[in-house]
């Protein structure tokens, strides 16, 4: 397969990632309403890390990790990331919870200068703020008046940078399956101390993030296991296109997330972005192909 075939090839297996993400993860809302985020993370990952390790056995992939810290580090920040991330899709529209989420390439260059003692050039900063304004405007026409609160959604797109950072830091090379694997490992037992703490603390039994453990109806169980399964595809196609494309190139196509979760949301359950709302996503892939672009050409 020539580099071309690859580039091609690559694009492909991201942007198929990235709808199969984007569309599954819309349906969070009808996990919501009967098991807490903490629930869904133990009863999601009991079904995913057996899976992972299971098909890692029989395809003889590498599964575990050569450098144990680093690649913990590293997934305690993408875990922290996603729980904030599958929590706020519990109340916010999925197009606002996604554009806090691709903060982060504009938040890697921020932390990867710091870093690495890189100066960051004049272009790259502005595209940056204007990044960051493109979120603000999905953000405020979704949730509501300008608060405090719209800016959680970001807190994700904070530590998912930081633990895309520290994969190129620390866990170079790292097994993806091992990556994977242990990241969602490390996921079920976050979501099992959070479900016995709500054992013996119990919350609000009506909020998604206090609830107790509840036996989960027949349809949320198949929820759970379609999430599960098909979470796995989309990041076994991401991973994919990683492996045998440029990362430059591949990363651009991140943004197509965005387009297939608004989509979804608008055809499925008449969830609607507002113009500014529109214009905010314009400005979030414009800017991170601007950044992506410039970074390339300042490392070379």
Not at 47 to 54: C, D, K, Y
Not at 74 to 82: H, I, K, T, V
Not at 249 to 264: G, N
Request: proline residues 4%.
């Amino acid at each position: 397969m020539d580099q071309k075939t690859n580039t091609v090839a690559s694009i492909l297996f991201m942007v198929t990632g990235m709808a199969t993400v984007g569309v599954i993860d819309n349906f969070i809302t009808y996990i919501a309403v009967e098991v807490s985020l903490w629930q869904f993370h133990f009863l999601r990952s009991m079904i995913a890390v057996p899976a992972i390790v299971g098909f890692g056995l029989l395809a003889g992939w590498t599964l575990r990790p050569l450098r144990l810290w680093p690649v913990l580090g590293r997934n305690m920040f993408l875990s922290g990331a996603m729980f904030v991330y599958f929590g706020c899709l519990g109340f916010f529209p999925i197009s606002a919870v996604a554009a806090g989420l691709f903060t982060a390439p504009v938040l890697v260059m921020f932390i990867d200068a710091v870093w690495s003692r890189r100066r960051i050039g004049p272009i790259r900063l502005a595209t940056a703020c204007l990044g960051f304004l493109g979120t603000l405007l999905v953000l405020k026409p979704d949730v509501g008046g300008l608060s405090w609160a719209n800016l959680i959604p970001v807190s994700a797109g904070l530590m998912y940078a930081f633990g895309n950072v520290a994969t190129r830091k620390w866990c170079e090379g790292e097994s993806a399956v091992a990556l994977l694997w242990s990241y969602m490992f490390l996921m079920l037992i976050f979501g099992a101390l959070g479900v016995i703490y709500l054992h013996f603390f119990p919350g609000d039994p009506s909020s998604y993030l206090t609830r107790g453990w509840v036996w989960p109806s027949a349809s949320v169980w198949m929820w759970i296991a379609i999430q599960a399964v098909f979470s796995l595809i989309g990041i076994g196609f991401i991973m994919k296109s990683y492996l045998i494309g440029e990362v430059t190139y591949v990363s651009i196509f991140e943004y197509s997330m965005l387009i297939f979760a608004s989509a979804t949301a608008w055809m499925l359950f008449g969830d609607r972005l507002g113009p500014l709302g529109f214009v905010g996503i314009g400005v979030i892939i414009v800017t991170g192909i601007v950044i992506a672009v410039r970074s390339n050409a300042a490392d070379n």
